[in-house]
């Protein structure tokens, strides 16, 4: 995993094209330290996800798989730990750690996402991918299913459309995904990738940043619930009368009232560079 930051925006860049970017526990380690580096970072805003080589990511790494089993079959003692099971913990509690990210997360696919990647795009808060690219839940071809991403799938496309793509394993096109709610845009080229993450950047310029990562908590705790919920309408209430109490809010309302720009938005939002690799950072 490649990390690349500076005072507003971040990037974190699957690094394992020969593999297709396929998961295992270095990549998910790798985005577990980029994560906590982004979180010792108060100053971001946006964080861009991608991948390197032709393809997004091609999901769970069919060789981790085998390894795992392999272990899984040798008698251990009783109190051994259950490597097969921490694994998927770590990647469970990655897919929360994304999802939860106070920022905003776009993913700018670069190409197809299977299985666990259509889990990766499920949890970020925008998504664009290539139109040339297919999309697929493919688990049950392998004999597996998509357990720890069925959440941010199913959240994101319903579960009338999850049915059929968990059962079916089936492949879909880009524009089908955008159809479906899968992703938000499809791009042509590459170019037009960077131009949607420059503009992207330019709208996310004028969000006042502590607002944005509430209202994003906002809609994660209200899609968990029922609009009866009396414990959800007392919430919204305080959070209300909480952000009305804020210094952003203050400046907010002095800057349109005075008819100019507040603070946060006169800090442009750049696309970084000079990435580090995270998978070298397992001390830090």
Sequence with gaps: VLYAANDGVAVITLNRPKEKNALDQR???????????????????????????????????????????????I?????APDLNLESAQQFARMLQELNELPLYLVALAN????????????????????QAAMLALSEVKLGVIPATISPYVVARIG???????????????????????LVDETVASDDEMEQAA????????????????????????????????????AHTAEELARVRLTDECAAG???????????????????PTAPTDCGRLKGS
């Design 253 to 271: 309302m002095r800057a349109v009232l005075a008819r100019e720009k507040p603070p946060w938005a006169e800090m442009p939002l750049v696309y």
């Design 111 to 130: 190409g197809t996402a299977m299985g666990g990647g259509v889990g990766l795009l499920s949890v970020c808060d925008y998504v664009v991918i290539k």
């Design 198 to 233: 420059h503009r992207i950047l330019r709208t996310m310029q004028s969000a006042a940043p502590g607002a944005a990562a509430a209202a994003k908590a906002l809609v994660l705790r209200v899609a968990s619930s029922g609009p009866s919920d009396q414990a959800l309408i």
């Design 75 to 79: 008698p251990t003692a009783d109190n």
């Design 27 to 73: 990549l998910s380690l790798g985005l577990l330290i980029a994560l906590a580096r982004i979180r010792a970072r108060p100053s971001l805003r946006v964080v861009f996800l991608r991948g390197t080589g032709p393809m997004f990511c091609a999901g769970g790494d069919p060789k981790e798989f085998q390894r795992l089993a392999a272990a899984a079959a």
């Design 159 to 181: 579960g009338a459309r999850a049915r059929r793509l968990f059962i079916t394993g089936e492949a879909i096109r880009a524009e089908q995904a955008r159809e479906m709610g």
